[in-house]
Nanobody
Framework: QVQLVESGGGLVQAGGSLRLSCAAS????????MGWFRQAPAKEREFVAS????????GYADSVKGRFTISRDNAKNTVYLQMNSLKPEDTAGYYC????????????????WGQGTQVTVSS
């Protein structure tokens, strides 16, 4: 069983940056593809970014492409999301998860969700 804990969220002004971390425990995630999702109040959980097990392949939602960067450190059993040029519409709870099925950008392809970390971007 994998436990994931997200951290690094907070309140930031538009144009600012945050770095989210997703620390895994219980077992290594080095052989798993990982993803970040976000969910705003009254909205569905949406795909943000994914990374394959080695870090050699990444994918992004169009809304964050060029502003966000996903990375991982398998030695630390941790996945990161660097968020730059933040916009008010990026405000949401951010969640990481392990990809267990083939569809890269569907929440249904992921398991072992963390509890999330809140990101609030003020205008």
């Amino acid at each position: 069983q994998v436990q994931l804990v997200e951290s690094g969220g907070g309140l930031v002004q538009a144009g600012g940056s945050l770095r989210l971390s997703c620390a895994a425990s219980g077992r290594t995630i080095s052989m798993y593809d990982m993803g970040w999702f976000r969910q705003a109040p009254a909205k569905e959980r949406e795909f943000v970014a994914s990374i394959n097990w080695s870090g050699g392949s990444t994918g992004y939602a169009d809304s964050v492409k060029g502003r966000f960067t996903i990375s991982r450190d398998n030695a630390k059993n941790t996945v990161y999301l660097q968020m730059n040029s933040l916009k008010p519409e990026d405000t949401a709870g951010y969640y990481c998860a392990v990809r267990t099925r083939s569809v890269l950008d569907s929440p249904r392809s992921y398991a072992y969700w963390g509890q999330g970390t809140q990101v609030t971007v003020s205008s």
